[in-house]
T-cell receptor, first 115, second 113 residues
Framework: AQKITQTQPGMFVQEKEAVTLDCTYD???????LFWYKQPSSGEMIFLIY??????QNATEGRYSLNFQKARKSANLVISASQLGDSAMYFC????????????FGKGNQVVVIP | DAGVIQSPRHEVTEMGQEVTLRCKPI?????LFWYRQTMMRGLELLIY????????DSGMPEDRFSAKMPNASFSTLKIQPSEPRDSAVYFC???????????FGQGTRLTVV
């Protein structure tokens, strides 16, 4: 069974600073995908970034980057140059690469960006 | 594209009543997922369809819950009879085979009193 662990308490980060959100996972599958989603206070789930287990490069999408350490089974999200609009819950998720894209989610990390 | 569309956005109902949540996936997507989010359990997958066929309903909590996908552009999640413990945010998401990310609707916030 897949398991995603996000254990950091709520975080306060200064505007324009970088923040790293931790995510570890457990799976016996050799092929899987890792995702980060953002959930602002309005409630919608917003896809941020994806990393495939066989991808050689760490994924980047604008201010978001994924620090993928396969041997350690970690997939930390780095948000650079934080903005007030980054205040939200952030969820790490994974799926098996069996073609169905079912997601198993972690409990989430709360981030509050302060001016 | 308008994205995944869910209705209603909010639903308040009395215990024992039937509740139907609706979802229109992104056009061209052939996988559809229903998730439930609660404070206690977080986000959990209820059921997943591929090409309109239910593939995995192991997350459906009990027989009071049922889901259908009569065509590629519409799905429903029904709770009958509803109970207060069903209060949660229900998300529908869709994705396309071969593309990893799933896109979520705005969610339906269900309150059963």
């Amino acid at each position: 069974a897949q398991k995603i662990t996000q254990t950091q308490p709520g975080m306060f980060v200064q505007e324009k600073e970088a923040v790293t959100l931790d995510c570890t996972y457990d799976t016996s599958d050799p092929s899987y995908g890792l995702f980060w989603y953002k959930q602002p206070s309005s409630g919608e789930m917003i896809f941020l970034i994806y990393q495939g287990s066989y991808d050689q490069q760490n994924a980047t999408e604008g201010r978001y980057s994924l620090n993928f350490q396969k041997a350690r089974k970690s997939a930390n999200l780095v948000i650079s140059a934080s903005q007030l609009g980054d205040s939200a819950m952030y969820f790490c998720a994974m799926t098996q690469r069996d073609g169905n894209n079912r997601l198993a989610f972690g409990k989430g990390n709360q981030v509050v960006v302060i001016p | 594209d308008a994205g995944v569309i869910q209705s209603p956005r909010h639903e308040v109902t009395e215990m024992g009543q039937e509740v139907t949540l609706r979802c229109k996936p992104i056009s061209g997507h052939n996988s559809l997922f229903w998730y439930r989010q609660t404070m206690m359990r977080g986000l959990e997958l209820l059921i997943y369809f591929n090409n309109n066929v239910p593939i995995d309903d192991s997350g459906m909590p009990e027989d009071r819950f049922s889901a259908k996908m009569p065509n590629a552009s519409f799905s429903t999640l029904k709770i009958q009879p509803s109970e207060p413990r069903d209060s949660a945010v229900y998300f529908c998401a869709s994705s396309s085979n071969g593309v990893p990310e799933a896109f979520f609707g705005q969610g339906t916030r269900l309150t059963v009193v």
